[in-house]
Nanobody, 115 residues
Framework: QVQLVESGGGLVQAGGSLRLSCAAS????????MGWYRQAPGKQRELVAS???????RYADSVKGRFAISRDNAKNTVYLQMNSLKPEDTAVYYC?????????WGQGTQVTVSS
C-alpha cells in the first residue's frame, strides 16, 4: 500500500515562502510521475506542478517563476518550494503519485496566505 504524507503547510504573509514536503512509503523512483495539486474553497482541484521520473517539470501558469518542484529519491520525498506567495495561493495542497495507471493521493496540507 502506497502512502503519501504531506507536511510544511501553514499561515504566511503575502510575499513569504513555504516549502511543502511529500514523503512516500515506497521509493519515489518507482513512480512514473509525482505532482502537487491544490483546491481552494468552492473551486476544482487543479495541478500546480509535476515532475516526471526523468525529471521533467511542468507548472501551472499562475505559479511559474514562483514555485519549484523537486524530488529526492534517496529520501523518498518530493518538495514544492513556494516563493512570493499571494493570497490567491491559499488552498489545501495535495501530493499525487502515479505508478502505471494508478494514482495515489496524500491527505493534504493547508496553506493560507494573508494579505
Amino acid at each position: 500500500q502506497v502512502q503519501l504524507v504531506e507536511s510544511g503547510g501553514g499561515l504566511v504573509q503575502a510575499g513569504g515562502s513555504l516549502r511543502l514536503s511529500c514523503a512516500a512509503s515506497v521509493t519515489t523512483a518507482s513512480f512514473n510521475a509525482m505532482g502537487w495539486y491544490r483546491q481552494a474553497p468552492g473551486k476544482q482541484r487543479e495541478l500546480v506542478a509535476s515532475i516526471s521520473s526523468g525529471g521533467t517539470t511542468r507548472y501551472a501558469d499562475s505559479v511559474k517563476g514562483r514555485f519549484a518542484i523537486s524530488r529526492d529519491n534517496a529520501k523518498n520525498t518530493v518538495y514544492l518550494q513556494m516563493n512570493s506567495l499571494k493570497p490567491e495561493d491559499t488552498a489545501v495542497y495535495y501530493c499525487k503519485a502515479t505508478i502505471g495507471w494508478t494514482d495515489y493521493w496524500g491527505q493534504g496540507t493547508q496553506v493560507t496566505v494573508s494579505s
